[in-house]
T-cell receptor, first 115, second 111 residues
């Protein structure tokens, strides 16, 4: 069974600085997808970024980028120019490419951006 | 598009009561799922469906039933509520190989 580990339960960063959230996963599959979801206090789950395992290039969405190391099974999220609105829980998630579309989540990292 | 909708937003039940959490999506997605979120645990899969008439169990299915008679709807039934089912419940839908779209969640308290 796949597992996802987020080793940082809580992190904080100053506004405008850069922060990196860690995620590692365990799988024997070669075809899969990785995601970062953001959950603000409103509770809504919001997709931040998506990475397909067969793509070598790291995904980027505006201030958010990932460092995908397939051999090391590592998928970290970098947030540049942190903003107060980035304060949220961040979940790393794994999905097998086999067609069931089931997500396996890490336990989350609570990020606080300080003014 | 309304996306994924869930009702109710909040619910309090007594131990032993039954209820149905409703979930609907208007994006014609074939895949739908139910997750529960507990403090410090992330989200865990309860049941999922790969299309109308097809459902399967996830990681934590005990105490819950699902059915999928239409593409749009995927209700979750609690047969006999227990305090251990106090949680926040999320419904999600997706197309194959794409991100999941989540509903706003239902906070359920069982006393």
């Amino acid at each position: 069974a796949q597992t996802v580990t987020q080793s940082q339960p809580e992190m904080s960063v100053q506004e405008a600085e850069t922060v990196t959230l860690s995620c590692t996963y365990d799988t024997s599959e070669s075809n899969y997808y990785l995601f970062w979801y953001k959950q603000p206090p409103s509770r809504q789950m919001i997709l931040v970024i998506r990475q397909e395992a067969y793509k070598q290039q790291n995904a980027t969405e505006n201030r958010f980028s990932v460092n995908f190391q397939k051999a090391a099974k590592s998928f970290s999220l970098k947030i540049s120019d942190s903003q107060l609105g980035d304060t949220a829980m961040y979940f790393c998630a794994f999905m097998n490419g086999g067609g069931s579309e089931k997500l396996v989540f890490g336990k989350g990292t609570k990020l606080t951006v300080n003014p | 598009n309304a996306g994924v909708t869930q009702t109710p937003k909040f619910q309090v039940l007594k131990t032993g009561q039954s209820m149905t959490l409703q979930c609907a999506q208007d994006m014609n997605h074939e895949y739908m799922s139910w997750y529960r979120q507990d403090p410090g645990m992330g989200l865990r899969l309860i049941h999922y469906s790969v299309g109308a008439g097809i459902t399967d169990q996830g990681e934590v299915p005990n105490g819950y039933n699902v059915s999928r008679s239409t593409t749009e709807d995927f209700p979750l039934r609690l047969l006999s509520a227990a305090p251990s089912q106090t949680s926040v419940y999320f419904c999600a839908s997706t197309r194959q190989g794409h991100e999941q779209y989540f509903g706003p969640g239902t906070r359920l308290t069982v006393t």
